[in-house]
């Protein structure tokens, strides 16, 4: 097991991103189906049960990563490579340069976890002691995720098949903790206990510009 903290800015890294086969059909399989039925099926019990608050949470995370998704589609687009990016060797299918179809998936459902992990009482504090009022529960859990998911990509950057590419040498585990996944959970862990309409103003306005940006950008070939 071998897990990398920092880009190397290699040519071997740089070849790897070149390579990559963006919305090519060439290693599909159907496991896009079969992973597809899973989200759905998360997302319509949580629907049946009126858990809408879960779907909330999952949906404010998803619409996050395809913001950022799109923004790093964008640099590489303007710098010549991206500050992530999968191989074709790891995936069925890249949607854009630096998420797979199995990781969109994922995300899509990450929202939804880290907002289960909280306690049932989401006023919940952490450490208060004397006139330190301690720490949200809610931010508590975004950090722990954060962590999670930021060493867990540490891992998949240093497997054998390259599953994730981190070119530039100043991108790594610290700032994809700091910058990518701790705004990701606190988007699932603060929007569902917004006022309705801050909410719904929220969500709206988060996925109205990502079908926004894909239905410009994609065609005219920038991402």
Not at 25 to 50: G, P, Q, R
């Amino acid at each position: 097991m071998n897990f990398k903290f920092w880009g190397d800015g290699s040519q071997g890294a740089k070849d790897l991103v070149d390579a990559n086969l963006v919305r090519d059909t060439s290693n599909f399989n159907w496991t896009f189906i079969f992973i597809l039925a899973v989200v759905f099926y998360v997302y319509w019990s949580e629907i049946h049960k009126k858990n809408y608050a879960a779907v909330q949470a999952g949906l404010a995370l998803y619409g996050v990563h395809w913001l950022y998704e799109i923004a790093n589609a964008i640099i590489c687009k303007a710098s010549g490579y991206p500050l992530w990016a999968v191989s074709n060797n790891s995936t069925t299918f890249i949607l854009l340069i630096g998420v797979s179809w199995e990781l969109s998936m994922m995300f899509s459902l990450a929202g939804i976890i880290s907002f289960k992990m909280m306690p049932q009482d989401r006023t919940k504090r952490y450490f208060a002691r004397g006139k330190f009022k301690g720490i949200s529960c809610k931010l508590m859990v975004a950090i722990e995720m954060a962590l999670l998911f930021a060493l867990f990509e540490s891992f998949l950057a240093g497997t054998s098949n390259n599953s994730f590419i981190w070119v530039y040498k100043w991108w790594g585990v610290i700032p994809v903790f700091i910058t990518t996944y701790i705004p990701f959970f606190l988007a699932s862990n603060y929007v569902p206990d917004m006022k309705p309409k801050a909410r719904n103003i929220f969500l709206i306005a988060e996925w109205g510009l990502v079908a926004l940006l894909l239905v410009i950008l994609i065609p005219c070939g920038v991402i």
